[in-house]
Each structure stands twice: as C-alpha cells, then as structure tokens.
C-alpha cells in the first residue's frame, strides 16, 4: 500500500489549496484517514481527519478553513485549504490508520506567501 499526496504548492495569503492524496492497494479495517503538516524546525502536528461514517475533526487551527473529505470509491482523500495564511506553510501528510497500523504519505509542500 501506498499513499501519493499530491496539489502542494506556493499561493498568497487568502487564497486556496486543494490537496489531494491517493492510496494504492487494498487498506483493510480503516480507523480514520487523516492530515498532518510539519513546519520548519516544528514537529509534525495533526490537521484533520475523517472518519468511516464522515464524521470529521479538524485542529483548532485551521476550524473553519479547511475542510477535510474523501472519496472511498476512488481510494482519495483530499484537504481543501481556504483563507491560507502563512503560518500554515509546511509539509502536508496523508495519513490512513487501521486497527492494524498507519500507513503515510510522502508530503506536498505547501508555501503561503505573506
């Protein structure tokens, strides 16, 4: 199984980012699939996720900017990022958890310029 996450890049404060992430094989027993960023020199902290039943928590952060879904037919999940600001440039991961262990994406960089 692999995860490609992908729509990363540089956009001005205020505007929008969709991300998307892509995942390869057949993922069993899926917890929640979610979204991670990490800044420079920061640890990598969590964004959002979505649950089985769509049920989904974001970071105080990015609540009600970003918005978090997934297409389980199509095997994607995507991150629609609005209202950018700087503090939110950072390398995005994709993250799919099942009740058997996590899988990661290898992260699209997203910049916002000030």
């Known amino acids: 199984v692999q995860l490609q996450a992908s729509g990363g890049g540089l956009v001005q404060a205020g505007g929008s980012l969709r991300l998307s992430c892509a995942a390869s094989?057949?993922?069993?027993?899926?917890?929640?699939r979610h979204w991670y960023r990490q800044a420079p020199g920061k640890e990598r902290e969590w964004v959002a996720a979505?649950?089985?039943?769509?049920?989904?928590n974001y970071a105080d952060s990015v609540k009600g900017r970003f918005t978090i879904s997934r297409d389980s037919a199509k095997k994607m999940v995507y991150l629609q990022m609005n209202s950018l600001e700087p503090d939110d440039t950072a390398v995005y991961y994709c993250?799919?958890?099942?009740?058997?262990?996590?899988?990661w994406g290898q992260g699209t960089q997203v910049t916002v310029s000030s």
């Open positions: 979505i649950l089985p039943n769509g049920i989904n």
């Open positions: 993250k799919i958890s099942t009740v058997y262990r996590d899988y």
């Open positions: 094989g057949s993922i069993n027993g899926i917890k929640a």
